[in-house]
């Protein structure tokens, strides 16, 4: 061991600097945990698998018998696919305070605004380019399967821009949550009811004030942003996605800087 | 060097940390003792702004940890072994660390090899026992190079090797100008690896000096044994010269802060026979018990504060 070190160092390195190192400490998590792989190959089997199966099953798919885009395969995919992205999303965030880990993790990085910074972007961004990329190879899976369905290039830039702000808006709720409720199991509850559950449950009941309470949810938003269901403008949609994303991030975001470390 | 000033952490209606005031200084072994809930493990997290206090302020070399771009070149920890990803490798958990601070991986090697965790840190931390989870933590505090450590409870659930391998460490720690502060609750461990002792009990500070000072000053520091048929009688003619005694569970007479001499003159001018008189130095573990004896948080329940030998 070397020895001592200058017991005042010279100025350290800037606000940029710091957080591009949690990011990459972030990313380095993320991948040394066979947890990652394990969601992302849940994730890769259902929103491909989903994909293959609605262009064997094309001319069903539409009520008129008319074949659609190629681009539905990865919409349909990450409809269901998102989960498995959402989990690892989730576990990133919330196995740290399971296993006591976050206190290490605060001893290297205890700017807490630093933390936030990394833990929300590195998680998301990686959940929403798998599930893209995902998408991208559903649809082209489609489209060989089924060469009727067509693949052009406006439809896919329009279905990759919608995936990615449902995958974005899903990724930002699940830190949030997680970090706000600090347990695994709680935050996942919350994420299934508030984004699959809820959404496909309260209408079925047939009572009006359920069926307007579910299309409130983050849930509903993502559906619509996917598939264009139900009756929902652009811009309601919009809002509830980012609108429900930004109160979890906050409330996530004053637990990790305002709380004891967990 | 560690600054403690009025550190006080409320939890609800407990108050866990109460006013805390003490520096931890360089170059020596600084021993943190106290019963279990006295507010060690809290003071720490508090030091290494895991914890927020409630008042008051701690400082690693002037400055909060909190808000530090690399804390890791100013203060290493070992708070808690378990605290441990246990799906991660320990090398990979050491590359995370080394991460957030841009430092080399060459270093993770190095410190690899300085705890000697060898090959097993290629394995996933879930299969390691605590002696090997200990030596994770350790690597881990001494990544970057730090000025101050911080080891609470390091030697728990090691095997005797490991206790003199930790015992040798802070040793050459403090030894290389090194601030150390070491919690433990073995008493004989610090007597041999502590230089200073800063001693807690409910949150307060009891004691704050050197190791020599504690074992020479403490509340029992000076203490006299003596055997009399007429133990009354003797007790009486003690106290009325300002002594304090107390019956010892074998009958014999126990008085503080005195000398042999005294209690002999005593003796004779009382007329009280004595069968034997003897001065007891007291070791730190007893001095230890006396000074946190009013702050013990869970005391067995029919035990009788005056009969402790």
Not at chain 1, 79 to 102: D, K, N, P
Not at chain 1, 132 to 148: K, N, S, T
Not at chain 1, 159 to 166: E, K, L, P
Not at chain 2, 115 to 135: F, I, N, T
Request: net charge neutral; charged share 20%; with cysteine.
């Amino acid at each position: 061991m070397s020895a001592v070190a200058t017991p005042v160092r010279p100025a350290g390195p800037g606000t940029a600097t710091v957080v591009a190192r949690a990011a990459g400490a972030e990313w380095v998590r993320l991948r040394t945990v066979r947890t990652t792989w394990w969601c992302l190959l849940a994730a890769a089997v259902t929103i491909v698998g989903t994909g293959v199966l609605m262009a064997f099953d094309a001319e069903n798919v539409t009520e008129t018998g008319v074949l659609p885009p190629a681009t539905w395969a990865g919409e349909f995919g990450v409809l269901l696919g998102q989960f498995a992205l959402l989990v690892a999303v989730l576990l990133a965030v919330t196995q740290e305070y399971a296993s006591r880990a976050i206190g290490p993790t605060l001893q290297w990085t205890p700017r807490r605004g630093v933390l936030l910074a990394a833990r929300v972007t590195v998680p998301v961004l990686v959940a929403t380019v798998a599930g893209v990329l995902l998408a991208l190879v559903a649809d082209v899976a489609a489209r060989l399967i089924e060469p009727g369905l067509t693949l052009s290039a406006a439809d896919v830039a329009d279905s990759v821009g919608r995936i990615a702000a449902v995958l974005a808006a899903g990724g930002v709720l699940a830190v949030g949550l997680g970090l706000l409720l600090r347990s695994t199991a709680g935050a996942l509850a919350a994420v299934f009811l508030l984004q699959l559950v809820l959404p496909f449950l309260l209408p079925a009941f047939g009572v009006e004030w359920m069926a307007d309470l579910a299309e409130l949810l983050p849930g509903s938003a993502a559906i619509w942003t996917l598939l264009g269901e139900p009756d929902m403008t652009a811009a309601q949609a919009t809002g509830q996605l980012v609108g429900w994303s930004a109160v979890a991030l906050a409330a996530g975001g004053w637990s990790l800087l305002r709380r004891d470390a967990g | 060097m560690i600054t403690v000033h009025g550190l006080t952490k409320q939890y609800g209606a407990v108050r866990a940390v109460d006013d805390l005031t003490f520096d931890v200084l360089p170059g020596k072994v600084t021993g943190f003792l106290g019963p279990n809930g006295a507010g060690k493990s809290t003071t720490m997290r508090m030091v290494l702004g895991l914890d927020r206090p409630t008042r008051g302020r701690a400082l690693v070399g002037g400055r909060p940890v909190a808000g530090m771009a690399e804390p890791l070149h100013a203060v290493g920890a070992l708070l808690d072994a378990g605290a441990v990803h246990p799906g991660r490798s320990g090398r990979d958990h050491l590359r995370v660390a080394a991460r957030t601070h841009g430092i080399p991986p060459r270093r993770v090697d190095e410190v690899v090899d300085q705890v000697g965790l060898g090959p097993a840190a290629k394995r996933r931390v879930r299969g390691y026992s605590l002696g090997m989870r200990q030596r994770l933590g350790i690597a881990t505090a001494l990544l970057g190079d730090p000025g101050v450590l911080l080891f609470d409870e390091p030697m728990n659930g090691l095997d005797l090797e490991g206790v003199r391998w930790i015992r040798a460490l802070v040793r050459r720690l403090a030894g290389e100008g090194r601030t150390v502060l070491l919690s433990s609750h073995l008493m004989s461990e610090m007597e041999q690896t502590a230089d200073h002792l800063v001693i807690i009990g409910r949150g307060r500070l009891i004691a704050d000096a050197s190791l020599a000072d504690v074992v020479r000053g403490g509340a029992v520091g000076q203490r006299v044994r003596v055997r009399t048929p007429s133990a009354g009688l003797l007790a009486d003619a003690l106290r009325r010269r300002g002594l304090r005694v107390s019956p010892a569970d074998d009958g014999d007479l126990l008085v503080d802060g005195a000398a042999a001499e005294t209690v002999g003159d005593v003796a004779l001018a009382a007329g009280a026979a004595v069968h034997r008189l003897a001065e007891e130095r007291s070791s730190l573990e007893q001095v230890y018990l006396d000074l946190t004896d009013t702050d013990v948080e869970y005391r067995v329940a029919d035990e009788p504060a005056a009969v402790r030998s």
